[in-house]
């Protein structure tokens, strides 16, 4: 089970950091990614986080979010920063519970995550 959290309103400019909780399953080897819808748009990849503590961005977030994860609360996090109204979104985290032929490419896609949180709304105000 994944529990996002820590969404909410923030102005342009403004930080704000994400947590998702993993309770049940454990994984040896997992890539955690977090995911975001904005209204009528496609979800996006947004970053992840392998089992090795290896990361990748999503190029608009590079530089201004910072996934980390602390494996003695089972949580990952996202560190947001430099916040636009255009990172406005529900927020999802995820796991994919099987690592085959891990880039960080192929595991910016959703069809690679079994396992998904609710979501969290971020709302950035201009």
């Known amino acids: 089970q994944l529990q996002a959290s820590g969404g909410g309103l923030v102005q342009a400019g403004g930080s704000l950091r994400l947590s998702c909780a993993v309770s049940?399953?454990?994984?040896?080897?997992?890539?955690m990614g977090w995911f975001r819808q904005a209204p009528e748009k496609e979800r996006e990849f947004v970053a992840h986080?392998?089992?090795?503590?290896?990361?990748y961005y999503q190029d608009s977030v590079k530089g201004r979010f910072t996934i980390s994860r602390d494996n003695a609360k089972n949580t990952v996090y996202l560190q947001m920063s430099s916040l636009k109204p255009e990172d406005t979104a529900v927020y999802y985290c995820?796991?994919?519970?099987?690592?085959?032929?891990?880039?960080?490419?192929?595991?910016?896609?959703?069809?690679?995550?079994?396992?998904w949180g609710q979501g969290t709304l971020l709302t950035v105000s201009s």
């Open positions: 995820a796991v994919a519970p099987t690592v085959t032929y891990y880039s960080g490419r192929s595991y910016s896609q959703d069809s690679k995550y079994g396992y």
């Open positions: 049940g399953r454990t994984f040896s080897t997992y890539v």
């Open positions: 986080i392998t089992w090795s503590g290896g990361t």
